[in-house]
C-alpha cells in the first residue's frame, strides 16, 4: 500500500519528470525496475508537439504521418516543406492553410482529401483526420482520432490528448476533414486508440482494426495495401 501511495504521489507531482524508479519488493531483496510516466509525456503520447505559433498544421500533419505511416518526420521538416509553395508573408499572419498540407503530401508522393461531412456521420470516419477547430476566436489545426457517439478524441499539438463533447466539439468545427492518404497506411495506428482521460475509471477498449473496404470509403486505393 506504501509503495502504491509513493507511486501516486510521483505521478500527481512529478508532471514534468519521467524514468525508470528502483522498487525493492522481491523476496530476497531483489530490485525490479518500473517505468514510470509523466502526465506531460502521456498528454503527449504519440503526438508532434506544436513549436511555432504557425505550425499547428505542420505538427498535426506530422503526428499522421509518423504515427499513421511510419514515416521519419517532424514538425520543422514539414515547415520547411511547405514554405517552398506558401506564401511566407500570409503563413506569418494566417499560418498554414489546408491548401499547402496538400501540395505538400503532393510532393512526397502522397494524396489528400477534405470532406465535408454531417455532425452525426463523425463516427463513419475510421481514420485519423485533421480538422480545423475554432477555439475562443483562434483557428487552430488538430488531429480528430476517432469518435464514437458521446465523444471526439482530439490530438492537440498544444494541448495534447483532448476529449470533448460531440455538441462541443461541433461548436468550434468547420465541418470538413482532411484526410492523408497513400501507401503504407497502418491499419492499426496507436492513434486509433487515443489514452482515455487521466481521471477515468477502467473502461471496455472499443479499438478494433478498420477494414479496406471501410478504408476505401475515405480515398484508398488497392495498391496502397501492398
Same mark, same amino acid.
Do not use: C
Given at each position: 500500500?506504501?509503495l502504491?501511495?509513493?507511486?501516486?504521489l510521483?505521478?500527481?507531482?512529478?508532471?514534468?519528470?519521467?524514468?525508470?524508479?528502483?522498487?525493492?519488493?522481491?523476496?530476497g531483496?531483489?530490485?525490479?525496475?518500473?517505468?514510470?510516466e509523466?502526465? $506531460?509525456?502521456?498528454? @503527449?503520447?504519440n +503526438?508532434v508537439?506544436?513549436?511555432t505559433?504557425? /505550425?499547428c %498544421?505542420?505538427? #498535426?500533419?506530422?503526428?499522421?504521418l509518423?504515427?499513421?505511416?511510419?514515416l521519419?518526420?517532424?514538425?520543422?521538416?514539414?515547415?520547411?516543406?511547405?514554405?517552398?509553395?506558401?506564401?511566407?508573408?500570409?503563413? $506569418?499572419?494566417?499560418? @498554414?492553410?489546408? +491548401?499547402?498540407?496538400?501540395?505538400?503530401?503532393? /510532393?512526397? %508522393?502522397?494524396? #489528400?482529401r477534405?470532406?465535408?461531412?454531417?455532425p452525426?456521420?463523425?463516427?463513419?470516419v475510421?481514420?485519423?483526420?485533421?480538422?480545423l477547430?475554432e477555439?475562443?476566436?483562434?483557428?487552430h489545426?488538430?488531429?480528430?482520432?476517432?469518435?464514437?457517439k458521446?465523444?471526439?478524441?482530439?490530438?492537440?499539438?498544444?494541448?495534447g490528448?483532448?476529449?470533448?463533447?460531440r455538441?462541443?466539439?461541433?461548436?468550434?468545427?468547420?465541418?470538413?476533414?482532411?484526410?492523408v492518404?497513400?501507401?503504407g497506411?497502418d491499419?492499426?495506428?496507436?492513434?486509433l486508440?487515443p489514452?482515455?482521460?487521466?481521471?477515468?475509471k477502467?473502461?471496455?477498449n472499443?479499438?478494433?482494426?478498420v477494414?479496406d473496404a471501410?478504408?476505401?470509403?475515405?480515398?484508398?486505393?488497392?495498391s496502397?495495401?501492398?
Open positions: 500500500m506504501r502504491a501511495i509513493l507511486t501516486l510521483m505521478l500527481l507531482t512529478g508532471t514534468t519528470w519521467a524514468g525508470t524508479m528502483a522498487i525493492s519488493a522481491m523476496p531483496g531483489a530490485v525490479i525496475y518500473k517505468k514510470v509523466s502526465i $506531460r509525456e502521456r498528454r @503527449f503520447a +503526438l508537439e506544436q513549436k505559433d504557425f /505550425s %498544421g505542420a505538427a #498535426a500533419l506530422a503526428t499522421i509518423r504515427q499513421a505511416y511510419w521519419d518526420v517532424d514538425e520543422d521538416h514539414i515547415i520547411k516543406g511547405m514554405l517552398v509553395t506558401a506564401d511566407q508573408d500570409l503563413v $506569418r499572419t494566417q499560418g @498554414f492553410s489546408m +491548401l499547402d498540407m496538400k501540395r505538400y503530401l503532393e /510532393s512526397i %508522393g502522397m494524396r #489528400a477534405g470532406y465535408k461531412i454531417a452525426d456521420t463523425l463516427l463513419t475510421k481514420i485519423p483526420v485533421v480538422v477547430l477555439i475562443r476566436g483562434y483557428k489545426f488538430v488531429v480528430m482520432q476517432r469518435a464514437d458521446d465523444w471526439v478524441y482530439i490530438g492537440d499539438p498544444v494541448l490528448h483532448k476529449r470533448y463533447s455538441d462541443d466539439f461541433v461548436k468550434g468545427w468547420n465541418g470538413i476533414v482532411f484526410a492518404l497513400g501507401e497506411y491499419k492499426a495506428n496507436v492513434l486508440d489514452p482515455m482521460p487521466l481521471t477515468a477502467s473502461q471496455m472499443e479499438f478494433k482494426p477494414g471501410e478504408l476505401m470509403d475515405f480515398g484508398f486505393i488497392q496502397d495495401f501492398f
